[in-house]
Every structure is written in C-alpha cells, then in structure tokens.
C-alpha cells in the first residue's frame, strides 16, 4: 500500500472514530433527559423538587443532599449542628463553619435593615412559647420579661479569622427565618451546576423557580389564601424567582379559645396582630424569608413603607381584616381571585 492510500485509509478511520462518538455523545444525552419529580420531609417540613434536564435524577439528589446538609448544619435541634452547638456554649466561644458565619453575619445585617424586627436570637421565645418542641402554652408575663432580655442579635459576637461565634450566657440562636430561604437558594444552585435549566422547589412556602416551565411558559405560582386555606388568593407567574409565604395559619396552638402562632414580635415577647398573611416575591429565597417575617412584624403601614424603599423586592400582605395590599412592582403583574 503506498504512502497516499496509507493516509487515506487512517483518515477515513479517524473520521469514522469522531463521528460515531460524535452520535454516542449525542444520543446519551438525549436519553439522560428527563423529568424527576421527589417529595421528602425535611427542615420540618415537606420540600418538593422537580427538575428537567440531562440526569435530572441525579441532579435532585443532590440538590437534596446539599438541603440536609444546611439543616444539619443550622437546626438548633441537631446537637451536632454548629447553631445547636452555639446554643449549648452560650457564653463560650464555639468553633463552626464559614459558612454558618455567613449565614449567622447575614442575620446579623437584617437585624440592622429591619431595626430589630428580625432578631435570630429570637429562639429562646420560640422556646418559651412551645415552638419547635411542641409543648405549647401561653407564658407569664413575668418569664417573658426574663426571656427578652436575652434576645438581642447586637450582641452576637463573630471571629472571622478563628471562625468562631459568642452568644451571651442565656441566649438562643435560631435561624429559622433565614435558614430555610438560603436551603432553598443552595439547592437551586445545585441544580444549576447540574445543568437543569427548568425546575421549581417547594418547601413549605418558599418557592424557588429555574427558568421557565418545560413548555417554555413561565411557572404559575398560587398564594394560599389565609382567610380560607383551601383556596387561593392570587396567582404568580415566576421565572428565575422566588416566592415566599409567611401566614398565621401554619404554625399555630389554640389555649381557651384563643389562637397563637409562631411569628413572635421581638419586641412584645408576643405573636404579632394586624397582618395574617405576607408574601415576597424576590430574586432570593434568603431575603424572601427574612422579608416576609419581618413585613408581618411590622403590620401593613410599616410594613408597606419598607417593601417601597427595597429593591427588587415586592409583597402582597394581608391584614387580619382580609384586605390586600400589593405592592407598585407587582400590580398587574399578578392575578388576585
């Protein structure tokens, strides 16, 4: 065989070679498309992911992967948690993660945005109050007066470079109007990284969407309506964004014929009044959740007043009456029923 027909034939060899893994690649990749849709009870709540992409499976497996990893990291529960952990010392300083000092600085900043409104030394009130352990009652005025003087997240004190956290003797971290929020942020990222472009989490209120649906219309994301939970308020539709819900109504004991729920005014020891309802719709599940405690905190007046000074941050919030308010960035934007 002479040179010529030689270089032919490896020509035609490599050819063939580049074109049938060019067809391998392809067709595995049409084959790993799919659609997985997983349900699972974490963070005290259900959290449902659903995700379209190449090895979605996977993808979703990790995403909740990434989501038990936070909670064991922030629950104060999870004795081997760094908040857990935090709380026992309290007093002492405790050696955790960057990213609980992340997370726990980000609290700190909020405390200062909303005034103390958001307060993540909030848990010894929780406590007091039976949420979270479920042994509820309606405290005295006198352990309240004892208890509140222990929540303050001004006294919070972080060593970046040690990576180390201080409370004071007393006091109790609870991350829980945050930490969810950033779970749900992580576990979108996860499945960024994992090349899903379509997908929508759902844990307990906090909604996070990736692009569009599949049929290339934007998700419809319903609001529970709080006067009447087996219907919705209003509709809406999300791409690349979040919407979060915090409501009187899930969280919640009754105690001689009054009822009491789990969003506790910083400032009166006591659950706030005026508002049973408020939803933030924002590019983040982290700021969603701290929002939409602190808006409820506020009431309707200061709680409008803020949502108009923030950015890219809207709200509809609902007063104990049923009157809604919507905030300029959402009007006609979203569907009331």
Do not use: C
Request: aromatic share 6%; no cysteine.
């Amino acid at each position: 065989m002479n040179v010529i027909m030689r270089h032919k034939v490896i020509f035609l060899v490599i050819a063939s070679v580049v074109i049938a893994l060019s067809i391998g690649l392809i067709l595995r990749s049409r084959v790993a498309d799919s659609t997985t849709q997983q349900t699972h009870f974490m963070m005290d709540t259900i959290v449902e992911i659903r995700a379209t992409g190449p090895r979605s499976e996977d993808a979703v497996d990790r995403a909740f992967a990434e989501i038990q990893l936070i909670e064991k990291l922030f629950s104060r529960f999870i004795p081997e948690g760094d908040v857990a952990r935090i709380n026992e010392n309290a007093g002492n300083w405790v050696t955790v993660s960057i990213e609980t000092i992340d997370l726990i600085e980000k609290g700190i900043s909020y405390g200062e945005i909303t005034q103390g409104t958001f307060d993540i030394t909030i848990g010894g009130l929780l406590t007091l109050w039976g949420f979270g352990t479920e042994q509820y009652r309606v405290p005295t005025d006198q352990e309240l007066a004892q208890v509140m003087e222990t929540v303050d997240y001004r006294n919070i004190e972080i060593n970046r470079n040690s990576r180390q956290v201080r409370i004071p003797a007393g006091s109790m971290l609870d991350l829980g109007g945050i930490a969810k929020g950033y779970a749900v942020d992580r576990a979108r990222d996860v499945l960024r990284e994992n090349r899903i472009d379509n997908g929508l989490i759902n844990a307990g209120g906090d909604i996070v969407t990736l692009g569009k649906r599949p049929d290339g219309n934007p998700w419809r994301v319903g609001v529970q309506n709080p006067m009447d939970t087996t219907s919705i308020l209003a509709i809406v539709p999300l791409s690349d964004s979040t919407v979060v819900t915090s409501g009187d109504y899930q969280r919640f004991f009754t105690e001689n014929g009054l009822r009491f729920h789990h969003i506790i005014d910083p400032s009166t020891g006591f659950p706030a009044e005026g508002v049973i309802s408020v939803t933030i719709v924002a590019a983040s599940a982290t700021v969603a959740d701290v929002f939409s405690t602190a808006v409820f905190i506020l009431g309707v007046d200061d709680g409008q007043k803020l949502i108009e000074t923030l950015d890219d941050i809207e709200a509809i919030i609902v007063d104990a009456q049923g009157q809604v308010w919507v905030s300029s960035g959402l009007e006609g934007q979203i569907q009331l029923l």
